[in-house]
T-cell receptor, first 113, second 115 residues
Framework: DTGVSQDPRHKITKRGQNVTFRCDPI?????LYWYRQTLGQGPEFLTY????????KSRLLSDRFSAERPKGSFSTLEIQRTEQGDSAMYLC???????????FGSGTRLTVV | AQSVTQLDSQVPVFEEAPVELRCNYS??????LFWYVQYPNQGLQLLLK??????LVKGINGFEAEFNKSQTSFHLRKPSVHISDTAEYFC?????????????FGKGTLLTVNP
């Protein structure tokens, strides 16, 4: 297993377009987390899944954001009608339930122009 | 709710010098504490964590941290740094009794090791 994979690594999009990011966690990890990191800030929690169930969503996750983990394996994060304020690094992490210490992916850097 | 304050946004040091990166937290309940490192264009890697037991925690790459409950601090230390330690370091906290394992991060400290 090579760790947590995120695709794409970079995405440049025009304001108003929709974008989708993918995260493939470590195969045996049943928990998957999404965080957002803006310049000069630490990561901020967005949402997490245990298996296919989305168990918590941050208030940061507006109605334009949706995340899925349909089969309890990979996850997608979609942003509709992107805004310049959405420009950030989107980080995915996975872990086993009951275990502390995530494994993070390398992130997807989104730039909205 | 918890919060984390990393007192220094940037720490420049010379190679082989000791370093301390400071972290204070605020919480009304018991917490677990973590330090992560982020190299340029990469995700975060866990350096060490305090869950319970000895307040001095040793991590990877020669780093250690000490949990001080009375001062609500969890400072990260290394006795002798290398050029390769240049990176951003994040302190994080989570509620010890929570089930979601959601982390609250500080804003980070950029450690720059100069030759």
């Amino acid at each position: 297993d090579t760790g947590v994979s995120q695709d794409p690594r970079h995405k440049i999009t025009k304001r108003g377009q929709n974008v989708t990011f993918r995260c493939d966690p470590i195969s045996e990890h049943n928990r998957l987390y999404w965080y957002r990191q803006t310049l000069g800030q630490g990561p901020e929690f967005l949402t997490y899944f245990q298996n296919e169930a989305q168990l918590e969503k941050s208030r940061l996750l507006s109605d334009r954001f949706s995340a899925e983990r349909p089969k309890g394996s990979f996850s997608t994060l979609e942003i509709q009608r992107t805004e310049q304020g959405d420009s950030a690094m989107y980080l995915c992490a996975s872990s086993l339930a009951g275990r502390d210490g995530y494994t993070f992916g390398s992130g997807t850097r989104l730039t909205v122009v | 709710a918890q919060s984390v304050t990393q007192l220094d946004s940037q720490v420049p040091v010379f190679e082989e010098a000791p370093v301390e990166l400071r972290c204070n937290y605020s919480s009304s309940v018991s917490v677990y504490l973590f330090w992560y490192v982020q190299y340029p264009n990469q995700g975060l890697q866990l350096l060490l964590k305090y869950l319970s037991g000895s307040t001095l925690v040793k991590g990877i790459n020669g780093f250690e941290a000490e949990f001080n409950k009375s001062q609500t601090s969890f400072h990260l230390r290394k006795p002798s740094v290398h050029i390769s330690d240049t990176a951003e370091y994040f302190c994080a906290v989570r509620t010890s009794g929570g089930s979601n394992y959601k982390l609250t991060f500080g804003k980070g400290t950029l450690l720059t090791v100069n030759p």
